[in-house]
């Protein structure tokens, strides 16, 4: 998360509460997936506050630290499977079903350009006017737009209108980012993506059966 440790550690109690008061709510066993996202959020701005204190720490400006690798694991190998995945997991269209392990594939390769090449290019954390940036390997901007396809075409192809608002704002707050700091990309957008999990939240508590319905899911 941008801004400092404190915000990390604050922002991640908050996320991790609404992840644990989400998934009660879930009584549809193939949805846990998705609706653990925000607890995978809430990780992330844990790790975020670690890396923060470790810069401190060294005085310096940059680190490269196991906190550093796990939250690269999680951004770019991690979430561009996980998502595409999770959201296949209840989508009963089989074009659907069929287009979203395509970009599960996709992530597959994006994350793996990114995860290797994080480690051939010692990726490191780096701390720039009140945020982290993390060094894209090299080229790896190519890969931005595969990445977006991978994390948010799935969920944008998805017949549940839940999943696809939650895309869209997903996409919302990547564009964002880029507007606010397109080289904070990585630390921040996945900042806002954890405050929307607390659309995730809204959704099951407003329908805490969460059964799926032909063709769509209740709102």
């Known amino acids: 998360m941008c801004f400092n440790a404190a915000a990390s550690f604050g922002s991640a109690v908050v996320i991790g509460g609404i992840g644990g008061a989400t998934l009660p709510l879930v009584h549809d066993r193939r949805q846990i997936p998705f609706a653990s996202l925000p607890l995978i959020f809430c990780v992330h701005q844990l790790l975020e506050g670690v890396v923060w204190?470790?810069?401190h720490a060294a005085?310096?400006?940059?680190v490269r630290t196991p906190a550093v690798e796990v939250w690269l694991l999680i951004a770019w190998v991690l979430l561009p499977v996980l998502i595409p995945l999770s959201v296949r997991w209840f989508?009963?269209?089989p074009r659907r079903r069929n287009l979203m392990l395509g970009l599960a594939g996709l992530g597959v390769l994006v994350g793996a350009y990114l995860g290797i090449g994080s480690?051939?290019?010692?990726?490191?954390?780096?701390a720039n006017r009140h945020h982290l940036?993390?060094?894209?390997?090299?080229?790896?901007w190519l890969m931005a737009i595969p990445y977006v396809a991978a994390t948010i075409g799935p969920m944008l192809a998805s017949s549940a209108r839940f999943v696809v608002r939650f895309g869209l704002a997903m996409l919302g707050a990547m564009a964002l980012t880029v507007v606010v700091d397109a080289k904070a990309f990585s630390s921040m957008w996945?900042?806002?993506a954890a405050l929307l999990s607390v659309g995730l939240y809204l959704h099951y508590a407003r329908s805490p059966s969460a059964k799926l319905r032909?063709?769509?899911l209740a709102a």
Do not use: K
């Open 133 to 140: 940036e993390y060094r894209i390997p090299a080229h790896g």
């Open 91 to 93: 989508e009963p269209d």
């Open 214 to 216: 032909q063709p769509d």
């Open 59 to 62: 005085g310096g400006t940059t």
């Open 190 to 192: 996945c900042f806002f």
């Open 119 to 126: 480690m051939v290019w010692s990726t490191v954390a780096e």
């Open 53 to 55: 204190m470790q810069i």
